[in-house]
């Protein structure tokens, strides 16, 4: 926690226990549990904005694999069964028609 091992951290601990005078306990408790509490607070709202974020970029490759999969089934529909049960390529000749008639 912040680079400091346990002990070094108790020794602060117990070196501020000895340096503060004990009136000032009970306010200086107050103010280390409103901190926590405000860090708790902001780690919550940290976790939660990771989460969205998580979550529209799942959202967005999700969108991305939805595109690839109608540009595949728009592939698809452009193929045709033939007599014999396979699959063959069809073309769109609208184009082709509409210049002939035009011609």
Do not use: W
Not at 66 to 91: F, P, R, T, V
Request: net charge negative; proline share 2%; with cysteine.
């Amino acid at each position: 926690m912040f680079g400091i091992s346990l002990i070094e951290f108790f020794t602060i601990i117990i070196l501020g226990l000895i340096i503060i005078n004990p009136k000032e306990y009970p306010a200086l408790i107050a103010k280390f549990s409103a901190l926590y509490r405000e860090l708790k607070k902001a780690y919550c709202v940290a976790m939660q904005e990771i989460n969205n974020v998580k979550e529209q970029v799942n959202l967005a490759e999700e969108s991305k694999k939805l595109k690839d999969d109608i540009a595949n089934l728009d592939q698809d529909i452009k193929q045709i069964l033939g007599d014999d049960g396979k699959l063959y390529d069809a073309y769109d000749i609208s184009d082709l028609v509409k210049k002939d008639e035009e011609s």
